[in-house]
């Protein structure tokens, strides 16, 4: 009885030492810790879509001194649909991470697969199924489900624009395989995301079939032009969509300034309130972003939609 005693105790420090080890190694690994206030509470690679695909993992970070149901906020990394992480455009926005939990926010970064994975629509797929996981889960982690708002970057800004214009639409396609989209989007922050596949062709397109789009596509857009107006979020705009804040860097070399202006446009016509923010003399990404006067309209933007009645 000693001996067995003795044995499962070894077993249980081994078992023990290697959750203090899982846990620590998830610390290590969650490059971007350092820059979230102190005593953030980190849940980490959390698995959503109930597989191994490591694309399908998610973060989420609480405030130390969280009371009650907080909103949530629900980071969308970009990287052209085929590059980066859930850790991704948070290195060049360390402010405004530290300032989404220091105002009383919990915030969740999502991973999805990339379009050298599977093309479109893969990608929304996986958003759907992150949010509709994070939805369910709420009472868990202790944010309050029916306050939501998505922040996207570049590619992520459009997957964040276009979950949350089509959600009313009701696209199948969009789904994930159990179809439920039981949550619902309270506001949007775009940063520089495509809007219109269709109305960013330029000549020299018709010769680079590699695009990005093109790649996320499964094909060009001047050769499926159904397949880019499907992918695009303005496709999906009507007069029951939520608030959007649009930031766009005005030399941006990836995504035209126009984008973000047409968005605009298109929301403003559905009588869909927005706010569209130009950034003088700033490129694609990067610290610009960060400023004190935008993270103040970010912040500002949050509060006014996530904690109104």
């Given at each position: 009885m000693k001996r067995y005693f003795l044995l499962n105790r070894a077993v249980l420090?081994?078992?023990?030492?290697?959750?203090?080890?899982?846990?620590a190694l998830a610390q290590v690994t969650n490059r971007v810790m350092p820059f979230f206030p102190a005593g953030t509470k980190l849940y980490a690679n959390i698995p959503?879509?109930?597989?191994?695909?490591?694309?399908?993992?998610?973060?989420?970070?609480?405030?130390?001194?969280?009371?009650?149901?907080?909103?949530?906020?629900?980071?969308?990394h970009g990287g052209a649909w085929m590059l980066n992480d859930k850790y991704a455009d948070m290195s060049y926005m360390k402010k405004t991470i530290s300032a989404i939990l220091n105002n009383?926010?919990?915030?969740?970064?999502?991973?999805?697969?990339?379009?050298?994975?599977?093309?479109?629509?893969?990608?929304?797929?996986?958003?759907?199924?992150?949010?509709?996981?994070?939805?369910?889960?709420?009472s868990k982690y202790g944010y309050n489900r029916n306050k939501i708002a998505l922040i996207g970057f570049s590619a992520g800004g459009h997957l964040a624009s276009?979950?949350?214009?089509?959600h009313n639409n009701k696209v199948g396609a969009f789904l994930s395989p159990s179809g439920k989209t039981s949550f619902h989007i309270t506001s949007v922050v775009d940063f520089y995301g495509p809007a219109d596949f269709l109305a960013t062709l330029k000549p020299e397109d018709e010769n680079a079939?590699?695009?990005?789009?093109?790649?996320?596509?499964?094909?060009?857009?001047?050769?499926?032009?159904?397949?880019?107006?499907?992918a695009s979020p303005a496709t999906y705009i009507d007069k029951n969509d939520p608030p959007f804040?649009?930031?766009?860097?005005e030399k941006d070399e990836s995504v035209p300034a126009a984008q973000s202006k047409l968005l605009s446009s298109w929301l403003t016509l559905a009588k869909v309130q927005n706010e569209l923010i130009i950034v003088k003399n700033a490129p694609h990404y990067g610290e610009m972003f960060d400023e004190t006067a935008i993270r103040e309209k970010v912040i500002t933007f949050l509060k006014t939609t996530l904690t109104k009645p």
């Open positions: 420090s081994t078992l023990f030492l290697f959750f203090v080890g899982s846990v959503y879509a109930n597989d191994t695909l490591k694309k399908h993992l998610l973060d989420i970070y609480m405030p130390a001194d969280a009371k009650g149901d907080i909103p949530l906020v629900i980071w969308v009383g926010f919990a915030l969740a970064s999502i991973d999805y697969r990339y379009s050298t994975q599977a093309i479109f629509p893969a990608q929304i797929q996986d958003c759907n199924q992150a949010v509709e996981y994070l939805y369910q889960h709420a276009l979950l949350a214009l089509s079939p590699k695009s990005s789009v093109s790649i996320l596509l499964g094909a060009s857009p001047l050769e499926r032009p159904d397949l880019a107006k499907f804040l649009i930031i766009q860097g």
